[in-house]
């Protein structure tokens, strides 16, 4: 099985920047697309951004296009997300998952394994 711990969330003023880390433990993340998500206060789990095991043609929620990042280091059993020109509605808790599939997908319903969450907190 698949255990995943986010790390990197806190606190941060408007405009700053965060990354976060998904680390892996129980199985090599190599063969497993992942998948960021989010869940702000009041609000249902939201898509953030995916990327195949192989590594190509990432996908994003329009909300966070040319400010977000995703990336991974299978070697390091590792996927980040790079967050820039942070907003107030950023705000959430953010979470890593695993899909045992190998494209790149925004559905929820398709990962198998998730992390905790880390929190994010964008101040105005």
């Known amino acids: 099985q698949v255990q995943l711990v986010e790390s990197g969330g806190g606190l941060v003023q408007a405009g700053g920047s965060l990354r976060l880390s998904c680390a892996a433990s129980?199985?090599?993340?190599?063969?497993?697309?992942m998948g960021w998500f989010r869940q702000g206060p009041g609000k249902e789990r939201e898509f953030v951004a995916a990327?195949?095991?192989?590594?190509?043609?990432?996908i994003y929620a329009d909300s966070v296009k040319g400010r977000f990042t995703i990336s991974r280091d299978n070697a390091k059993n590792t996927v980040y997300l790079q967050m820039n020109s942070l907003k107030p509605e950023d705000t959430a808790v953010y979470y890593c998952?695993?899909?045992?599939?190998?494209?790149?997908?925004?559905?929820?319903?398709?990962?198998?394994?998730w992390g905790q969450g880390t929190q994010v907190t964008v101040s105005s």
């Open positions: 990327i195949s095991w192989s590594g190509g043609t990432p």
């Open positions: 129980g199985r090599t993340l190599s063969i497993y697309t």
């Open positions: 998952a695993a899909d045992r599939g190998m494209i790149a997908t925004m559905d929820v319903h398709r990962y198998d394994y």
